[in-house]
């Protein structure tokens, strides 16, 4: 009998042209096993998936999400929405994702997810940084779970800093929070996950610059230490 292998750990990379947010990464992932951050266009990473911020409809016309249609081409879009028709009757909340193949071979997924509703709107005084992020990765779980190992380094950049108006610090240490959520829970479904973050808007507020949130995830399913 063969021995069955963990799967290797999820390479993560974080970049951004913007150096206030590179900063703020390097604050609030200190010591976080796994993740790489950088400065530069998130066009010139190597990954597996690349993670685009985007709206509820899936348009991709501004911000990163218009950087990435005219590299991919047209059709990316067109998958895009496809996987929110189908997958979610045309609309993706912000706390849900679509992982989708890029037509490329890098990256040979791209996730949308959403910072906001509309294509511009300010979302500095919400949470939905940490929503985005967290529903990104929990795409990374399904899309292996489906097909095991397809998805082995993820790239983001600053979700919300842009279009979103939402401060470096704050998006750092609202992407820390959403990557943390990927590394003790697998959600079983988008509104499990929205209730995680929302149930604990207060400790999320609350939370000094220095110091962002571990949130605790359902008894059931294990840890709940706060960094």
Request: proline share 5%; glycine share 8%.
């Amino acid at each position: 009998m063969t021995a069955k292998h963990a799967p290797k750990p999820l390479r993560v990379v974080l970049t951004d042209l913007n150096a206030e947010v590179v900063a703020a990464w390097r604050t609030a992932f200190a010591g976080t096993p796994g993740v790489e951050i950088r400065t530069g266009s998130i066009l010139d990473v190597d990954a597996d998936a690349w993670v685009s911020p985007t709206n509820s409809r899936g348009r991709m016309d501004g911000g990163l999400d218009a950087v990435v249609r005219r590299h991919l081409g047209a059709g990316i879009q067109l998958r895009v929405q496809r996987a929110i028709r189908d997958g979610h009757g045309g609309e993706l909340e912000v706390g849900s994702a679509v992982c989708v193949p890029s037509g490329a071979a890098v990256p040979r997924f791209l996730i949308s997810t959403p910072t906001m509703r509309a294509s511009a709107q300010d979302v500095s005084q919400t949470l939905n940084v940490a929503l985005a992020c967290a529903a990104a990765f929990q795409a990374v779980h399904r899309q292996n779970a489906a097909t095991p190992g397809s998805i082995a380094s993820v790239a983001l950049v600053g979700l919300g800093a842009q279009t979103g108006q939402v401060p470096a610090q704050v998006c750092a240490n609202l992407m820390w929070t959403g990557h943390s959520l990927f590394q003790d829970h697998e959600f079983t479904d988008d509104d499990e996950l929205r209730r995680t973050v929302t149930d604990q808007l207060t400790d999320l507020l609350a939370a000094p610059a220095d110091r962002p949130v571990r949130l605790a995830v359902p008894a059931r399913t294990g840890r709940t230490a706060r960094r």
